[in-house]
């Protein structure tokens, strides 16, 4: 497998957990600039060759799967979804009462 198809496996297993899409290219470029910058690094300074030093890189970010769990729980914690239902909710029965009150006001 090439270099650039371990990079793209890894960056695959590690996005697949990610569900908001402008997150996930985010996490996805930010991710590649490390790989790249850190294999460059290995290979320019340490005298590895490109092939291993881009496998040392992406070996020492750790587990794709634990990586994006991670990356989804810091971004979107478990509190998260209940916030956001009970958001809706008030602002649903907020717009309920606008609409009750402009229907008997109107009468």
């Given at each position: 497998?090439?270099?650039?198809d371990r990079i793209a496996c890894f960056l695959h297993e590690v996005c697949r957990h990610l569900l908001w899409p402008p997150y996930r290219a985010r996490v996805r470029r930010e991710l590649t600039d490390h790989i790249l910058s850190r294999a460059e690094?290995?290979?320019?300074?340490?005298?590895?060759?490109?092939e291993d030093a881009v496998s040392e890189a992406i070996k020492s970010l750790g587990e794709p799967n634990e990586l994006g769990?991670?990356?989804?729980?810091?971004?979107f914690p478990a509190w998260y979804l209940p916030c956001?239902?009970?958001?809706?909710?008030?602002?649903?029965?907020i717009a309920?009462?606008?609409v009750y009150l402009l229907m008997h006001l109107t009468m």
């Amino acid at each position: 497998m090439s270099p650039d198809d371990r990079i793209a496996c890894f960056l695959h297993e590690v996005c697949r957990h990610l569900l908001w899409p402008p997150y996930r290219a985010r996490v996805r470029r930010e991710l590649t600039d490390h790989i790249l910058s850190r294999a460059e690094y290995l290979q320019n300074e340490r005298g590895f060759l490109w092939e291993d030093a881009v496998s040392e890189a992406i070996k020492s970010l750790g587990e794709p799967n634990e990586l994006g769990r991670s990356l989804r729980h810091a971004r979107f914690p478990a509190w998260y979804l209940p916030c956001l239902l009970l958001t809706g909710l008030v602002w649903a029965a907020i717009a309920a009462c606008v609409v009750y009150l402009l229907m008997h006001l109107t009468m």
